[in-house]
């Protein structure tokens, strides 16, 4: 018995299976769906609506072609928060048609220096003219990360969106 179960969990180890992270995201390939199997639900759904849907007595959901999902460190402890920069304060997903279009990260204070700290570190990253606020992009596996650090790193925002 003992080495029926220690098989198991040796196959189960070998196979693959690993914590979901950021660069499972294809943008306009993942699906909602998909990502929120690997990720865990959001803290928060952001959309728009036209006045007419808006002001209307509401006897259901308004079609929505396009939202965001948030994930916030206050809120959840989703892997999603783990972005190009490291641990972000929050994550916000825009979905259009079912699948995710881009994913941005973003970092304050404390958080914001560390993530410029990481992105300077990524050989990867190619950083533009340095001023009061540095550009930098890379080649992501399934898409393009483009970041903005504000001065002296208080504010990094970063974005992975399609190639």
Sequence with gaps: ?????ALIIASVLSSGVHAADWRSIK????????LIAAFGPPDEV????????WSAT????????HYTLRYTVQGS????????????????VHVAAGRVQAVEWHYGGPSARAA?????????MTFGPTGSVSQA?????DG??????GPNDTRVEVRLELK
């Design 1 to 5: 018995m003992r080495t029926l179960v």
């Design 27 to 34: 943008p306009a390939v993942t699906t909602e769906a998909e």
């Design 46 to 53: 952001l959309s728009t609506f036209p006045w007419a849907e």
């Design 58 to 65: 509401w006897k259901k959901r308004p079609a929505v072609s």
């Design 77 to 92: 402890k989703s892997e999603l928060l783990v972005g190009p920069g490291g641990p972000a304060d929050d994550a916000e």
């Design 116 to 124: 410029g700290q990481q992105l300077r570190a990524d050989p990867t």
């Design 137 to 141: 992009s890379s080649l992501a596996p």
């Design 144 to 149: 393009v990360i483009f970041a903005e650090l």
